[in-house]
């Protein structure tokens, strides 16, 4: 029987939380309506007027935490709106087909909330029996996936990480641990001085993890399309040995965050054989191609890879954050990380010991991110996952027809994936391209019109400079609930907010 005196407090809760998960419901297909802003921009100082974030000795009400948790949803930015083509995510992946009213899609949201209803860890079985056998399942089938057409038979494992960028850290410290597992046996080499390669276009966490496990990392030039030259790839592995280096890895990106380009994997990969070096393939972005037999050509040599990163948060609009480390290597994560602590790991355990994955995880304490993705899985299928790509696959190749047809926007370069890199020319600096400081004025519109679009809440697409080249901008979208007059809309609202430039 339960206690008379926790009553009155779980009916307390109850209520609480059934209020603020009406209110979630209601703000969240509300919001991402094409008819509410992206966002509801307010100075620092502004919004610390509206928001008090100080933290105070003594609790605060009910209902004055549904105040705060109704303006912290208003003021921040909605990620699910079709206008927000900002990051290499989106808010919640929406029916394509339902695209005449944008709605979200409830089913990775539901995962989300199950998974912080459980609040659990992911480490041994008897903690997380469910969550257990989804991850398995989940890392089989996507190794089966992208690893099929090199052996016709399911290898390998795979890791659940903290993003994209501790996925990346992860395959370096496996190609370190890879080489000098190696070097053990071959007592002629004196010293490791390691090094590793990838191109200049690469993720920045590359040059972060180099630092942390003390591999020198090599950036090698780009072609005009953005990709690996692996020409110079080669010139400079040879010219680290010839100082006495040993390299070990090359990283290649299957679709890069600016530009979407996609290194020469076939290429890289008979290279990294012919010298003896691990290839991790950095396929964040583009690795949910896999699921599209119309794309995942562009992943071509992939399944010759060493690791790959994958990132369903990105491409499949999985909820943050959903990011994998699969390898072909079968036992080399326990390898590399594997300590057995005995007060988690026991051997006397009554089931068996392989289904306490923990140990090989850098990680101890660990959410259970598969749970949303499997959730999605189930509710859409791997064919829903392929049709939300060819969508959007779909929008792109529009939205680049029609900045090559369009007066006053320009590409930065042919794409073949999401990104599409442009420039808006206002009408004060067309046809001044000739004068002398036009790509100094080039480079200030991007910025300007940022600023503008912010402010007014119509539209969220990020801008950058890249390889001396002015700010331009880049068009990524990854919620399926974008539609064709979405794509003219930006181009109106672009013209519009530059027309008085």
Known sequence: MSDWRSIPCVERHKEFLEKLIAALIDCTFHSVSRENPVSRWREPDRLQDIINFDLKDEPRTQDSLLEIANKVFKYSVKTGHPYFMNQLFSGNIQEYEYNTSTRLDPYGLAGQWLTDALNSSVYTYEVAPVLTL?????????????????????????????????????????????????????????????????????????????NVCDVKVVLIETDKHGRMDVNDLRANIIEEQEKGNYPISVIATAGTTVLGAFDPLIEIVDICQEFSMWLHVDAAWGGGLIFSKRHSSLLRGIQRADSILFNPHKLLAVPQQCSLLLTRHQNIFKEAHSKQAS???????????????????????????????????????????????????????????????????????????????????????????????????????????????????????????????????????????????????????????????
Not at 140 to 168: A, H, Q, R, W
Not at 422 to 433: A, E, T, V
Not at 467 to 486: A, E, L, M, Y
């Open 134 to 210: 989804m991850e398995k399942t989940v890392i089989m089938k996507l190794l089966s996936m992208f690893y099929k057409e090199e052996t016709g038979i399911t290898v390998g494992d795979g890791l659940f990480c903290p993003g994209g960028s501790f996925s990346n850290g992860i395959a370096i410290n496996l190609a370190r641990f890879w080489f000098r597992k190696k070097a053990e046996s071959n007592k002629s080499i004196p010293s490791l001085n390691l090094v590793l390669f990838t191109s200049k276009d690469a993720h920045y966490s590359i040059l972060k993890w180099g």
């Open 343 to 501: 007060y988690l790991f026991q051997k006397d355990k009554f089931y068996p010991a392989d289904l306490d994955v923990g140990d090989k995880y850098l990680q101890c304490g660990r959410r259970p991110d598969v749970l949303k993705f499997w959730f999605m899985w189930q509710a859409k299928g791997a064919s829903g996952f392929e049709k939300h790509i060819d969508h959007l696959m779909t929008l792109s190749a529009l939205f680049k027809e029609e900045v090559e047809k369009r007066d006053g926007f320009e590409l930065v370069m042919d794409s073949c994936f999401i990104n599409v890199c442009f420039w808006f020319i206002p009408p004060s600096l067309r046809n001044q391209q000739s004068t002398y400081n036009y790509e100094e004025q080039l480079n200030d519109v991007a910025p300007k019109l940022k600023e503008k679009m912010t402010k007014r809440g119509s539209l969220m697409i990020n801008y950058q400079p890249l390889h001396g080249k002015p700010n331009f901008f880049r068009f990524v979208i990854q919620n399926s609930g974008v539609n064709t007059q979405d794509i003219y809309y930006v181009f109106d609202e672009l013209e519009n907010l530059g027309e008085s430039m």
